[in-house]
């Protein structure tokens, strides 16, 4: 892996009796801000307009396009360093940003930028654009001419009545409408208003919005819904109407009480959802919610993740020669989507928002507090994503089962599937990418094997549910062509899956009704580093280990009679020789049936082979599963259409049509009704 010189770590070190666990202060966040800064100014455009970085690859927008997107985000970092310091920042970066903003609306211009056109990228990189503005108005717009004025707004008006994504775009609109409002120039007040109402629309539930039509659940819940509300709430001051931002005010808290969930011990973010090159964006809305005053986090705590999390990245590369690169530690743009340029990293500034928070905010000053997996093992399920988070202090990972999540195909052929259908994504694994329709990424996921050798995996997620300890969802893998080309789904084809927490991993239990010759196969999560990891199979498991311990395993409890491992090269963002386990049904499937397995990432001391000894009993009645636990949990489960029942799981009587149940030694339960 490849890094540059930290020049943050000469600082003094924090007291250790205020951070203990990440030694950082605000000191470090202001000294990261400025060698990234200073990183980037070798590659700008003689009049600073736009920032050609090296690296990465080019977006589908175009040169041009890619410059304003450098100029834009960067600009969003300046502008929270210069106002979290007073306009004191080195660097010159008042006159530096002020230049480039006259170069980039400056028509004719070598440098100038791209007018904004529906739907095209200059719209988003508006936005960034008005907010650095916005935040450092006394040490450059009130110092423009007033013909450089002008011509920004007249560059930024460009985006206003023009159609975009119905998405988090809409608030690209609404901080542009906001900024023009706040000096004086023309605006459109109905627009925002409409633009606001349509994100209103998206809000399901628990704090999270759908970003856009669909299950669009992931990172861009923090740093879009929940961000840019806050932001423009700055923006419009008193004139912002109290009912909505109460609203927002109430969402933001409800939906951190879920995201600190999401967080390793060693400060990474869970590697789920598109737009992962932004790193640690994902601490932006923590921030927000102190800014808001909105937060269910300890001051402490606000400040310990977040520190954490950018410690993280750039302890492990993702700096190089000064410039954040495309990828997740070190570079690698096959995960990158087809709209990110070399510069689109840099929508990581949006985490430097905190320095927002004067100095003697408690956020800065209080005693950093634990994780939430630091304080203990814990299993959160989330409703409306679908997730099941599950947590363990022994090796602070972080796992989530995924239920729900989904996203519709996106600009430039890209649907971010890899990213969204898997089962299970965590803080410590990423996705196997494959070309698509190759069908190599078969990690994390139930897959259907048909005889020729094509494989159906997850599409379009039907999601059941996710409560207590259980989550669960079905697909329909099935596909007839008709004449024309026209394509339906062969509705009898399904996969049911329920994940269940237990023992720090899921226990999986799929039903399958096929409506031809079908074998299953089920898959751990993948391992990568920068060697191959070392495979150990026996009776009905699969275990990876990778050098550093992390290991990945996924055992037979029902169903399954093979197991062995799939290996792939530069196909993951967490190193080049990757590896996933998995096991296979080696009968075809009946009409219908049950497969079980246990799946877990640990990196905590493991034996495969003694834990293969003491697994979860399973036992099949058509589709009802009773799991009997060595430790003395019990789970029922029924799969697909809920029957009544009548019967005892432990101390728990079962009555009624029951979807789920628990009974644990310590005599708690849960049973999961369905009404009918």
Known sequence: MSSSPRPWTPLPAEDRERSPHTGWARGHWEAVADALLAGVRPH??????????????????GRASDGLEGYARTFLLAAFRLAGAGGEAPGDLATRYAEGLIAGTEPGHA?????????????????????????????????????????????????????HWPNNWLLFQVVVNAFLASVGAPWRPDEMERDLDLVDSM??????????????????????????????????????????????????????EDARHLFAADGAPLHQGRSLIYRFAAVAPFFAGALADATPLAPGETRR????????????????????????????TPMAQAYSGPASPYWASKAFLGLLLPPAHPVWTDREEPLAVERGDFC??????????????????????????????????????????????????????????AGGDLDAQVTLLSADGSSSRRGRIHPLGAVDRVALSAFYPGEHTVGGGRHFPLW?????????????????????????????????????????????????????????????????????????????EGRNAFGPQSAAPFLVASAE?????????????????????????????????????EIACPDGERFFLQLVAPEPVERELGALRLAGRVRFARSSPDGSSHVWREER
């Open 111 to 163: 440098e100038s930028w791209p007018a904004i056109e529906p739907i095209s990228q200059p719209m988003v990189e508006a936005a960034s654009v008005a907010i650095g503005l916005f935040e450092t108005r006394p040490w450059i717009w009130d110092r423009l001419p007033d013909a450089a004025r002008q011509r920004a707004v007249d560059w930024l008006s460009g985006s206003l009545g023009k159609r």
């Open 305 to 332: 993740l977040a520190s954490g999390c950018l410690r993280h990245f750039l302890e492990r590369g993702a700096v190089a020669n000064g410039v954040l690169s495309m990828g997740w530690h070190d570079e690698f």
């Open 492 to 568: 009898l084809e399904r996969v049911e899956t329920a994940s269940i927490a237990w023992a720090g991993g899921e226990i999986r239990v799929h039903h399958v009704a096929s409506f031809g010759p079908r074998r299953v196969r089920d898959a751990g999560l993948a391992l990568a580093g920068p060697e191959p990891p070392k495979l150990e199979t026996g009776p009905g498991f699969s275990a990876l280990r990778r050098g550093d311990g992390l290991v990945s395993a996924i055992f037979a409890l029902h169903g399954f009679d093979e197991a062995d491992a799939a290996r792939a």
């Open 589 to 625: 499937v009946p009409v219908e049936g049950v497969y079980a397995s246990w799946s877990v990432l640990t990196a905590a001391p493991f034996d495969p082979a003694g834990r293969a000894a003491a697994l979860p009993e399973v036992r099949v009645s058509g589709r009802e599963v």
């Open 203 to 256: 809000y399901r539930s628990d704090g999270w919005y759908t970003d856009g039509p669909g299950q669009c659940y992931d990172h861009y819940v923090g740093w879009a819904m929940h961000l840019y509300p806050v932001l423009w709430r700055r923006m419009r001051g008193g004139e912002a109407d109290p009912a909505r931002v109460g609203r927002h005010r109430a969402r933001l808290g409800r939906w951190l």
């Open 44 to 61: 700008a455009t003689p009049r600073h307009a736009q920032l050609h970085l090296p690296g990465g690859r080019a977006s589908m927008h």
């Open 380 to 437: 959160r399920a989330m409703g409306e994503p679908g997730f099941l988070a599950i947590g363990t202090r022994a090796d602070g990972i972080v796992r989530v089962a995924s239920h729900k999540s989904d996203h519709l195909p996106m600009p430039g052929g890209a649907d971010g599937g890899p990213f969204y259908r898997k089962l299970a994504y965590s803080t410590h694994t990423a996705p196997e990418l494959d070309e698509p329709g």
